[in-house]
T-cell receptor
Framework: AQSVTQPDIHITVSEGASLELRCNYS??????LFWYVQSPGQGLQLLLK??????LVQGIKGFEAEFKRSQSSFNLRKPSVHWSDAAEYFC??????????????FGKGTKLSVIP | KAGVTQTPRYLIKTRGQQVTLSCSPI?????VSWYQQTPGQGLQFLFE???????NKGNFPGRFSGRQFSNSRSEMNVSTLELGDSALYLC??????????????FGPGTRLLVL
């Protein structure tokens, strides 16, 4: 079965500083990988996704992530954090389960706080 | 293009009651998945419907059920509510079954509080 680990429960950064959120996955085949962001009381917004090809993927809001197969990682980065980036970030792996079904398995999330 | 919509946004129920939540997917999307989010367990997969058929079900008791209609709208039902069912219930839709079409887009969720 697939699994996702986000080692950092809570990260605090200063506005303007760089950010890296870690994600490690376990999956037997080539994974589909995603990062979602959730503001308090809201649903999940897709930041970026990896299916195949270029291992460095660009997303919305200036985020990027790099897929490293050898390390089973898909870390999210942003060069300069804005106060509006404060939210909870979820890494997910997508997997097929037969009969055309497909589900996401999520990490526990990393809460990002931004100091002005 | 309108996103995934969920109704109602908030619900308060008492133990033993039942509840029905509704989800309308993005136009043209054929699959609807449901997830439960709680502080303790995080995001957990409930089930997925594709073309009106349940394709997969997560590890939840039979009190949790769902269905999908011909217009791809979906409902989930929880019977005999327990305090532990208090959660944010998220619906996600995807267009198809290959590659980029498998990206799931989420609605705003329904916050259920069981008293």
């Amino acid at each position: 079965a697939q699994s996702v680990t986000q080692p950092d429960i809570h990260i605090t950064v200063s506005e303007g500083a760089s950010l890296e959120l870690r994600c490690n996955y376990s999956y037997g085949a080539t994974p589909y990988l995603f990062w979602y962001v959730q503001s308090p009381g809201q649903g999940l917004q897709l930041l970026l996704k990896y299916f195949s090809g270029d291992t460095l993927v660009q997303g919305i809001k200036g985020f990027e992530a790099e897929f490293k197969r050898s390390q089973s990682s898909f870390n999210l980065r942003k060069p300069s954090v804005h106060w509006s980036d404060a939210a909870e970030y979820f890494c997910a792996v997508g997997a097929r389960s037969g009969a055309g079904s497909y589900q996401l398995t999520f990490g526990k999330g990393t809460k990002l706080s931004v100091i002005p | 293009k309108a996103g995934v919509t969920q109704t109602p946004r908030y619900l308060i129920k008492t133990r033993g009651q039942q509840v029905t939540l509704s989800c309308s997917p993005i136009s043209g999307h054929r699959s609807v998945s449901w997830y439960q989010q709680t502080p303790g367990q995080g995001l957990q997969f409930l089930f997925e419907y594709f073309s009106e058929t349940q394709r997969n079900k997560g590890n939840f008791p039979g009190r949790f059920s769902g269905r999908q209609f011909s217009n791809s709208r979906s409902e989930m039902n929880v019977s005999t509510l327990e305090l532990g069912d208090s959660a944010l219930y998220l619906c996600a839709s995807r267009k198809g079954t290959s590659g980029n079409q498998e990206t799931q887009y989420f609605g705003p969720g329904t916050r259920l509080l069981v008293l």
